[in-house]
């Protein structure tokens, strides 16, 4: 099974300023011939359900503000805020969807600094 | 609008049964590929099980394998997940969700349903 690690657990950022999470798969989530990574960001706010925010590593989903984007290949991927608002306060979770069973990241908590 | 409703969730005693069923409206349900993904209070996601549009394919977790069925009425646009001998752990709110295919992410989550097991 893959095994999704997310750091840090917990982030606290100022508004306007950068948010960084990392997420890290024990094995390689690049579908070669596809070249396509599995791997989906989501935002999680209190009392709701997950929210897709990111797809294929680094493509925004549809209405998602361009502030969210996605990078990394293989092993190694980061989700960013380029610009932190208030609404934006959430747990992400990263995703893999390469293999069954899907695994999440444990999630990384985003407060406001 | 996809909608996605839950229900069935509630209390139960370990050992117990229940089943969840997830009405889906606002897409072509017969074509989407559904999961079930639960999250125990103030915890994580966790991956729980998945069937393909037509039902033919079919994957659970280590977790609930043996324990759990998940099955699809499609002339009624409904997912289901049978649970049987539940335990403690089992407690979580159990969210139905869809993608579009076997190898493409979950798109579209319901509200949730909360299944609490204890004694």
């Known amino acids: 099974d893959i095994v999704m690690t997310q750091s840090p657990d917990s982030q606290a950022v100022s508004l306007g300023e950068r948010a960084t999470i990392n997420c890290k798969s024990s094995q390689s989530l690049l579908y070669s011939s596809k070249n396509k990574n599995y791997l989906a960001w989501y935002q999680q706010k209190p009392g709701q359900p997950p929210k897709l925010l990111i797809h294929w590593a680094s493509t925004r989903e549809s209405g998602v503000p361009d502030r969210f984007s996605g990078s990394g290949s293989g092993t190694d991927f980061t989700l960013t805020i380029s610009s932190l608002q208030a609404e934006d306060v959430a747990v992400y979770f990263c995703q893999q969807y390469y293999s069954l069973p899907y695994s999440f990241g444990q999630g990384t908590k985003l407060e406001i600094k | ?119």
């Open chain 2, 1 to 119: 609008e996809v909608q996605l409703v839950e229900s069935g969730g509630g209390l139960i005693q370990p050992g117990g049964s229940l089943r969840l069923s997830c009405e889906a409206s606002g897409f072509t349900f017969r074509s989407y590929w559904m999961h079930w993904v639960r999250q125990a209070p103030g915890k994580g996601l966790v991956w729980v099980s998945r069937i393909n549009s037509d039902g033919s394919n079919i994957g659970y977790a280590d977790s609930v394998k043996g324990r759990f069925t998940i099955s699809r009425d499609n002339a009624k646009n409904t997912l289901y997940l049978q649970m049987k001998l539940l335990r403690a752990e089992d407690t979580a709110v159990y969210y139905c969700a869809r993608a579009v295919g076997y190898d493409t992410p979950i798109d579209s989550w319901g509200q949730g349903t909360l299944v609490t097991v204890s004694s």
